[in-house]
């Protein structure tokens, strides 16, 4: 796991700042600056803020006025990798449609004043980079509760609230939580871009920490000016039971419906075969579900198997990795199709049945759509 902990805002420096040194290094800033023609200049420093040691990226050039598709081109004609390019773009829309839609005016044709600034495509195209080394080593991306901070703030267009109205443009609909709280603008529009495109909510869990890194901003608050990234993982725990019966009289038949049956109500159901007293050959039915439906789930099993009673063995506990599906469209053959994807801090794996179900529907073997589908999840997750 990957948490920017940002207790008070984030902009997009600090954002590059607390990736400095984890996943992101001099020499990556340099690439960024010479690949895509950026007349600017950086310095790191290691600075305090409020007595924490943190890393400041220090950027000063001349600041550009472009329309998004100027900028889109910059990264598009790049050397920059497909992916960087891609996600770099998509977070450049996103701060686009968000300034067109405050000011009325078609994004793509619009002049932009901060947002298309070299400091801005180089925070940005940065920050990509560092994220999606992150995710390569298996990291998920997430964020805690941030503060925006309040009260107005002087900018190009005039005096504006805090949050901007970008800012709070390119929040909807996303899954950052914020408090509306803290001294002048803490959550800049970059910022919001990059974390909302990248964070897959408010972190909630218990975490194992491995990593701490801080990025620090160019103002001093009372509250530490800086960006926390942290880095660890997670186990989940459940509470669950093994339900057991030994089966020994069953039609074959009635017992895979049993299996079909349970297996909707249940998290698995295992038929093993056993050897019994007097040399019966049957079946040990075992099924595993939460510690509370237990009960419930062994009259399931009575009802579907004839047996007279059933053994409920608690477990201490079972670790479980973090997991959750996602719906994926592919195009296959000129035709959209849905897979659900389930994605795990070990992995991510498409449910087999909507592979069968392409397969045949495509005549292409399970092989080749499961590759398609692998290309998309390497793109979208």
Not at 16 to 30: A, M, N, P, T
Not at 43 to 60: C, F, M, P, Q, T
Not at 113 to 123: K, L, N, P, R
Not at 154 to 169: D, Q, V
């Amino acid at each position: 796991m990957a948490i920017f902990d940002a207790f008070n805002g984030a902009s997009g420096d600090m954002i590059v700042s607390s990736l400095y040194g984890v996943s992101i290094y001099k020499e990556d800033l340099e690439e960024v600056v010479n690949k895509l023609n950026l007349e600017l200049s950086f310095k790191v420093k290691r600075v305090k803020k409020n007595e924490i040691s943190a890393n400041l990226i220090d950027v000063s050039g001349k600041i550009n006025e472009r329309t998004f598709e100027e900028v889109v081109n910059i990264i598009k004609y790049s050397e920059f990798d497909e992916i960087v390019k891609n996600n770099s773009i998509k977070i450049f829309e996103k701060l686009a449609i968000a300034e067109g839609t405050v000011h009325g005016i078609d994004y793509r044709k619009a002049k932009f004043h901060e947002v298309g600034s070299d400091d801005a495509i180089f925070d940005i195209v940065s920050a990509v980079i560092g994220i999606l080394r992150l995710k390569e080593e298996g990291h998920r991306i997430y964020t805690s509760v941030i503060r925006t901070g309040k009260g107005f703030v002087k900018f190009s267009h005039g005096k504006y609230p805090i949050p901007a109205p970008a800012t709070l443009e390119i929040l909807k609909n996303s899954k950052i939580e914020v408090l509306i709280e803290g001294e002048g603008e803490l959550l800049t529009p970059t910022a919001s871009a990059i974390l909302s495109h990248f964070s897959e909510g408010t972190f909630k869990g218990a975490l194992y920490i491995e990593n701490i890194n801080y990025g620090a901003g160019k103002r001093n608050t009372e509250i530490p000016n800086v960006l926390r990234l942290l880095i660890g993982r997670c186990q989940e725990r459940d509470e669950i039971a093994l339900i057991e019966t030994n089966v020994d009289d069953l039609n074959p038949e009635y017992l895979a419906y049993a299996t079909e049956k349970l297996g909707e109500v249940a998290y698995d159901v295992s038929i093993i075969p056993a050897y019994f007293k007097k040399g019966r050959v049957g079946s040990l039915v075992r099924v595993i579900t939460t510690l509370s439906k237990a009960e419930e789930v062994a009259k399931e099993v009575m009802k579907h198997t004839g047996s007279l009673g059933v053994r409920i063995i608690p477990v201490y506990h079972r670790v479980k990795s973090y997991r959750e599906i996602k719906n994926l469209k592919i195009n296959v053959k000129g035709k959209d199709y849905n897979v659900k994807i389930k994605i795990s801090e070990y992995g991510v794996k498409p449910e087999f049945e909507d592979l069968k179900r392409i397969a045949n529907e495509t005549d292409l073997s399970i092989k080749e759509i499961s590759e398609i589908v692998m290309r998309e999840v390497k793109w979208n997750f």
